[in-house]
């Protein structure tokens, strides 16, 4: 079963607008990560957050964990047309045993 | 350069064929993993590997195999057992070093039956 739950499934903005994806969890995790996928292709690591962080920034990108609720938030600002894409956020036990997906959000930037 | 590689790009199988999808990767990674992707969907674990000659399954590891013979391989064999084989398959690897780390995917096995 999947363990993540992004929402919105999608979402449309103009150009210069920021784009805020959440991602729900059912269980306890060792650290959550988000990835960007575009159509077609392999997925690509954006940024990675512990179980004991808050938050955390890379470039426009701005992650934050509240472990008591399960969820995570990826903002991205000032959104340009080559941020359209896929964002799935994955969750990891700890352990080699891969990451677990939720079903992704569907991002699109209209110029 | 270092990367992961999936071979081929698109694959074509005929209804009770067997067929192997490469991945190989020169990062030096312990780990490798198996994903299928289903169209709007996220991603599922077939099987994974931590070590050579030793493997696990995932999620949905019905109708696949797979082998680790070389710290640098993980093929998938894609059965006629599996009865709806056709999707976008995804390979990944990373560190396994105790500490978390990201995934490296693959750019993706696109299987259709015919």
């Known amino acids: 079963s999947q363990q993540g739950e992004e929402d919105p499934q999608a979402l449309s903005i103009q150009e210069g607008e920021n784009a805020t994806m959440n991602c729900s969890y059912k269980?306890?995790?060792?650290?959550l990560q988000w990835y960007r996928q575009n159509s077609g292709r392999g997925l690509v690591h954006l940024i990675l957050?512990?179980?004991?962080?808050r938050e955390k920034h890379s470039g426009r990108l701005r992650v934050t964990l509240d472990t008591s609720k399960k969820s995570s938030s990826l903002l991205i600002t000032a959104s340009r047309a080559a941020d359209t894409a896929s964002y799935f956020c994955a969750t990891n036990g700890g352990g080699a045993d891969g990451l677990t997906f939720g079903k992704g959000t569907h991002l699109i930037i209209q110029p | 350069d270092g990367g992961i590689t999936q071979s081929p790009k698109y694959l074509f199988r005929k209804e009770g064929q067997n067929v192997t999808l490469s991945c190989e990767q020169n990062l030096n990674h312990d780990a490798m993993y198996w994903y299928r992707q289903d169209p709007g969907q996220g991603l599922r674990l077939i099987y994974y590997s931590q070590i050579v000659n030793d493997f696990q399954k995932g999620d949905i590891a019905e109708g696949y195999s797979v082998s680790r013979e070389k710290k640098e391989s993980f093929p998938l064999t894609v059965t006629s057992a599996q009865k709806n084989p056709t999707a976008f398959y995804l390979c990944?690897?990373?560190?396994?070093?105790?500490?978390?780390?990201?995934?490296?995917f693959g750019q993706g096995t696109r299987l259709t039956v015919v």
């Open positions: 990944a690897s990373r560190h396994d070093r105790g500490l978390p780390t990201e995934a490296f």
């Open positions: 269980t306890s995790i060792n650290n």
């Open positions: 957050i512990r179980s004991n962080e």
